[in-house]
């Protein structure tokens, strides 16, 4: 079966390096053309607001109406924008084209117009692929779609090279990533400690805060600094507020930091619970909790050990389940599913 794929993160000019799953996906029986965006997607990181504005919009109706002239078949979309748009298209234009949403994760379940809209627009998509069972059990109450049109399938990354070594000279803790992430309890936590940190994160995420003396928060550093800073850390922690209405936060932090063989410790709740087996692949800690953040920072900052095991064992199980290959099987399996119910091989 033919699909197109629309990836907001695929425009023109990295068409030729970005090739996204299709290497991955099995057994030849799918044909994927991928089309392209016609701008770059802004940074995530540099944006002024966590809304996606009207000009954006635009674009990602253009993306959505060259995805359905191109295919032959179905489109795999990725993110949450583009499915909502060709949801409309079809059934505005009245075309009926397999859809399956790949990696649907919207920032909050809104209530009102918006989920009015949301219903609307995404009610008659095929397959919405998300990446924990908070967020299953979230857009099904939120969406009214029935609960056998989606499927968890874990963030994918591909192997990282290890090229850092732990500082054990002046060894520090980490914190990377901006959304929802709790550092009023990590500051606590690490100033009853007096352990030398270092949280990078954007300048809203930590907008009003007091920071601890020993706390260090570089802004605007690149991708390669947060992974080199990811391995030299002895501990990296990702601090989650917990949100009733948020689906999902920390997951791409959580999944670099195990393929590079970190000990990691994360909040339970919005996701890392579906990504870390407490005490054999990282440590889970209740959120809100200065004393159980305490308490693991302390255990894993004084036992080497301890670290190496959760931290080899992190690695392992990245690099079976959470890798391209592993997500590229997965979404063969959901296009077959898609294929046969409309009878289209």
Known sequence: MHWTIAAPFIDKSNLE???WLTPYVPNGRHKLDIVPRSTPLPNWHERKSDVTEFREWMV???????????????????????????????????????????????NNCYGGMKQALAQYSLGNIDYLIVQ????????????????????????????LPIT?????KEPFITALGSAHRDFPTLFKAVEKLNIPTVVASGKRAL?????PDNVQTPFGISKADCLRLNQEARINIVPLLPKPNVTAAGLVTIVE????????????????EDYITHGETGLLVEPESVEDLTQAIELLWNDAELRNRLGQAARRYAQKHFSPEA???????????VADKAGMY
């Open 17 to 19: 390096k970005e090739p």
């Open 60 to 106: 990602y109706w253009e993306h959505a109406v060259e995805a359905l002239k191109a295919t032959e078949g179905g489109i795999i979309t990725v993110f949450p924008q583009l499915p909502a748009l060709l949801g409309m298209q079809r059934r505005i234009i009245g075309k009926r084209v397999p859809v399956v949403s790949w990696f649907f994760t919207v």
């Open 132 to 159: 924990t069972q908070r967020e299953l059990e979230l857009y099904h109450k939120w969406l009214g779609i029935p609960k056998d049109r989606f499927e968890i399938v874990h963030f994918h990354e591909k192997e």
């Open 164 to 168: 850092y070594e732990e500082n054990n």
């Open 207 to 211: 907008a009003g805060l007091t920071i």
């Open 257 to 272: 930091a195990m393929h590079l063989g970190r000990a990691i410790i994360a909040t339970k709740g919005l996701g890392p």
């Open 327 to 337: 997500a590229g099987k997965k979404l063969g399996n959901i296009l077959d599913k």
